[in-house]
């Protein structure tokens, strides 16, 4: 019922910016939350930052500053401003969505039932 498509993956040097983008669309469901999480090889997926229908965002620390969530007027699209990129940014992007309208648990894997299948993001030192 809901599906999502990640796109704006690429490689880039230390310092360099990305923008990210993500397609949903839905049937029956509404999307409240929309969010990115990353999973560098070796390593468990983590919360990147997200975004409510309202606009509110959150971010996770380690991206604070230097990472921007958005999305475009009519709710479709949301968006991941990377600039000062490093080499541990290096991982795969995904979004995902959350159907229920509580802000509770949005940096939880298990809060989202909807995910894209990814965008690579390379950062070479």
């Known amino acids: 019922q809901v599906q999502l498509v990640e796109s704006g993956g690429g490689l880039v040097q230390t310092g360099g910016s990305l923008r990210l983008s993500c397609a949903a669309s839905?049937?029956?469901?509404?999307?409240?939350?929309m969010a990115w999480f990353r999973q560098a090889p070796g390593k468990e997926r983590e919360f990147v930052g997200a975004?409510?229908?309202?606009?509110?965002?959150y971010s996770a620390d380690t991206v604070k500053g230097r990472f921007t969530i958005s999305r475009n007027n009519g709710q479709n699209t949301m968006y991941l401003q990377m600039n000062s990129l490093k080499p541990e940014d290096t991982a795969v992007y995904y979004c995902?969505?959350?159907?229920?309208?509580?802000?509770?648990?949005?940096?939880?894997?298990?809060?989202?039932?909807?995910w894209g299948q990814g965008t690579q993001v390379t950062v070479s030192s």
């Open positions: 839905a049937r029956t469901l509404r999307i409240y939350t």
């Open positions: 975004i409510r229908q309202s606009g509110n965002t």
């Open positions: 995902a969505a959350d159907t229920d309208l509580i802000w509770v648990g949005i940096m939880e894997i298990q809060n989202y039932d909807y």
